[in-house]
């Protein structure tokens, strides 16, 4: 885990600006520079953190605990905001641009230009507990008694 040149330690330190909305001791929330819509957010762990391999556990409750709050807090906002989704891509398949975790904060309203393109189709119940399976074999894998 290094954060040099990463763009969300120097705004966690204050080198860099940010127009932050929330602040505590392990986390961070500001405006995102490319927002999908007006609000868009960025909750960060202060502490660098490239993925989710890297990330604490209880920094990151912290950080969906914020992200949650600041959901709810968007629809009292004045902004134009009818919904909210909450975001974290994790790796470079996922589309992670910046390798510092972050959870985005986005409030939607009906017609705007943010979309998700995907084959949502229903799949068979002999597919879906053959991933099961898959995912309780990596949970046991780190040791997890619990999802």
Not at 38 to 63: F, I, M, T
Not at 90 to 107: C, K
Not at 111 to 134: M, N, T, Y
Request: glycine fraction near 8%; charged fraction near 25%.
């Amino acid at each position: 885990m290094t954060d040099d040149g990463c763009v969300f330690c120097s705004i966690v330190r204050g080198r860099t600006d940010a127009s932050v909305v929330h602040e505590d001791e392990s986390v961070l929330a500001f405006m995102d520079l490319r927002p999908v819509n007006p609000g868009h957010l960025l909750v960060v762990p202060k502490a660098h953190a490239s993925g989710l391999e890297d990330l604490q556990p209880d920094v990151g409750v912290q950080v969906w605990k914020v992200a949650h709050r600041l959901g709810r807090a968007m629809r009292r906002s004045g902004l134009r905001c009818e919904g909210v989704n909450l975001l974290l891509a994790d790796g470079e398949a996922a589309f992670q641009e910046v390798f510092h975790v972050h959870l985005h904060v986005i409030p939607r309203f009906a017609g705007d230009p943010f979309r998700i393109h995907s084959d949502w189709r229903v799949h068979e119940r002999e597919q879906l507990d053959v991933s099961a399976a898959a995912v309780r074999s990596g949970l046991a894998a780190l040791g997890d008694t619990q999802a």
